[in-house]
């Protein structure tokens, strides 16, 4: 049996401290996504509890109209979540306890990338400790609560480990398992997957070249059809992972390119959250300041951007590696350092102008988001001082100095591991009413479609649920005339879930409208169907109404008729389900494929 590398352990053991706050009673409640990320798993729960196993539309969000947010939002965070809640631990617990997973797996993810690099366990452990306990990372749990991000930074170092093995030394296993960590950081944050993928365009880029030049070592390196063939080959193995990887997750990309459009963004990319107010000053990027305030214009932010003292002296003794080149990796540490400059560049105020040409940028909101990655980059760098001072990396026991730098990381960042902790949200239980209460106070609960033009403040919906009483329709009663239109609204679980509600009709006209408090959006159909089933027998035309951009449906004229309005599937959607089925059997066929092999090469012997 493979022994356990004890300096994994050691490390498990050393982040143990940063879910200190995490055990303790309350939920920070005042981190900026504190509550969002509760309550986002509480609508994500009352979805699947309807029987959508993939949640996309959000019926109770913007105080009951609706908003589309899975379907443009990464879910992977949430299903850890809900399983959670599913075996019994209500929302609170299970969002702690996805923080602490996302904290206490991330070192050993980083551990496997640098060892996989170096050889080292020694420079793993620092590396894998420094990025649990870098100041950003740190902030990331505790002071923003951005629990989706915090989830994604667990699959990063899977997926540079992952590209460096497709390059390096390619297989189908390989291929496979950097396809699943890529859809993985997909499915978690897609924002952070998005500037990951440049980091990994370079990366890759970066490594075939060292391949390259290694296996054309003592050979012309002239340009000529052959070594550019040989070239183009490295490439393959890469590019297949990176498209299986686009492939099983494309049931969430393909929908949420395609019909990002249909929601408003002005609210999330003006005023407040226009990027050119949130640049880093330079020495905020070296002021060992902390707090659980905001980002706010100039230089007076409520948090920190710290890169972390230890880190960043960590960081500078890479240098002597890089001068040392021991094991023959000084190409890594040039390739860290440079991608901790260039990021943290990015982060300040003379970087206005990339920001202004790569427009797409605009969606991080804050340059300093991009810190992400000079966690990373950092972190990578600090097992560096390991190699130049290491004797015999498989001698028997644990190295003291080592053991001491990880302790100097750990007590370095020790004095920020603290939270606001609170019993209970100021606006009460974790429930619908709580919900509606928080949407009042959080203008990021109230997301609206590209057809709301006056975006709301409040809802009939939110007088029902504040009168403690269950919506059971939401079907706007005021444009009904009951001397023309008999609407009957069925029981709760029968006309009435997160996709939509069947109600009974009787019309003494054709073409009476009846409208929905419900936004409209891609996907929003309306049947006519048998009474008490969802047997269709035709579709009606929708129509969107009003500043609200509400769904209005015209009936038919005729007495006991069943109208169901259901958020059904639209082709991109559709398009991503397939592809992405398509592409686990894919995967699976090559794992399957891989297994056979190797049992032959061992029956064969």
């Not at 960590?181 to 997909?186: F, T």
Request: aromatic share 16%; no cysteine.
């Amino acid at each position: 049996m493979k022994r356990i590398d004890p300096y994994l352990g050691l490390l498990i053991l050393f982040s143990i401290f940063a879910i200190g706050p995490l055990l303790a009673p309350g939920y920070f409640w005042g981190a900026h996504d504190g509550r969002h990320s509760v309550y986002f798993l509480f609508e994500f729960d009352r979805v699947i509890q309807d029987g959508i196993f993939y949640p996309r539309w959000l019926p109770d969000f913007t105080f009951g109209y609706g908003y589309p947010f899975f379907n443009i939002y990464g879910p992977g965070a949430f299903y850890v979540g809900e399983a959670l809640h599913l075996i019994g631990f209500d929302f609170v617990t299970a969002t702690k306890i996805v923080f602490a997973l996302a904290i206490l797996l991330s070192g050993p993810a980083m551990f496997g990338f640098v060892k996989r690099l170096t050889g080292s366990s020694q420079a793993a452990f620092l590396s894998g400790l420094a990025y649990v306990y870098i100041p950003y990372h740190i902030s990331d749990i505790y002071v923003r609560a951005a629990l989706e991000e915090s989830v994604a930074l667990v699959f990063l170092p899977l997926a540079l480990w992952g590209f460096y093995e497709t390059v390096t030394k390619p297989s189908r296993l390989s291929v496979v398992a950097t396809a699943m960590a890529y859809a993985a950081m997909m499915f978690a944050h897609n924002g952070v997957t998005l500037l990951a993928t440049m980091v990994l365009g370079v990366w890759v880029l970066f490594l075939m070249i060292g391949e390259f030049r290694r296996l054309t070592s003592g050979v012309s390196r002239l340009v000529s059809r052959e070594s550019l063939l040989k070239f183009i080959r490295l490439g393959l193995p890469p590019l297949g992972a990176l498209l299986l990887g686009l492939g099983l997750a494309a049931i969430f990309f393909i929908p949420a390119i395609l019909e990002y459009p249909y929601v408003r963004t002005d609210q999330w990319l003006g005023n407040y959250y226009d990027y050119v107010n949130h640049f880093v000053y330079l020495f905020q990027l070296f002021a060992p300041t902390w707090g659980f305030g905001i980002s706010v214009p100039g230089p007076h932010d409520g948090m920190s951007f710290q890169l972390g003292v230890v880190p960043v002296l960590l960081a500078i003794f890479s240098i002597f590696a890089v001068v040392k080149n021991p094991r023959g990796t000084r190409r890594f540490w040039l390739f860290f350092l440079g991608m901790t400059v260039v990021v943290a560049f990015l982060t300040l105020n003379p970087a206005a102008p990339i920001w202004h040409v790569l427009s797409f940028l605009a969606f991080f909101q804050f340059p300093w988001r991009l810190m992400a990655f000079t966690t990373f980059s950092l972190a990578v760098l600090a097992g560096s001082i390991a190699l130049t001072q290491e004797s015999n990396d498989h001698a028997r026991g644990l190295s003291l100095p080592t053991i001491l730098i990880g302790l100097l990381i750990v007590l370095g960042s020790y004095p920020y591991l603290t939270a606001q902790a609170e019993l209970q949200a100021p606006e009460g239980p974790v429930s619908l009413l709580g919900l509606f209460r928080f949407q009042q106070s959080a203008g990021e609960m109230t997301g609206s479609t590209a057809w709301v033009k006056d975006i709301p403040t409040w809802s009939p919906m939110a007088d029902v649920y504040f009168a403690g009483k269950k919506v059971k329709s939401k079907i706007d009663y005021t444009a009904i005339d009951p001397n023309q239109l008999w609407i009957g609204v069925l029981p709760n679980g029968i006309g009435f879930n997160a996709d939509g509600e069947r109600i009974a009709f009787s019309a003494k006209e054709d073409n009476l409208p009846i409208i929905f408090n419900t936004f409209y959006y891609p996907g929003w159909r309306a049947y006519l169907v048998k009474p008490w089933s969802t047997d269709i027998i035709r579709e009606l035309p929708i129509q969107i109404v009003g500043d609200l951009g509400r769904i209005q449906v015209r009936v038919p004229k005729g007495d006991n008729q069943w109208l169901m309005l259901r958020f059904d599937d639209t082709p991109p959607r559709i398009a991503g389900e397939w592809i992405s089925a398509l592409s686990i059997l894919l995967a699976l066929g090559l794992l399957i494929w891989d297994v056979r092999a190797k049992r032959r090469q061992t029956t064969e012997r």
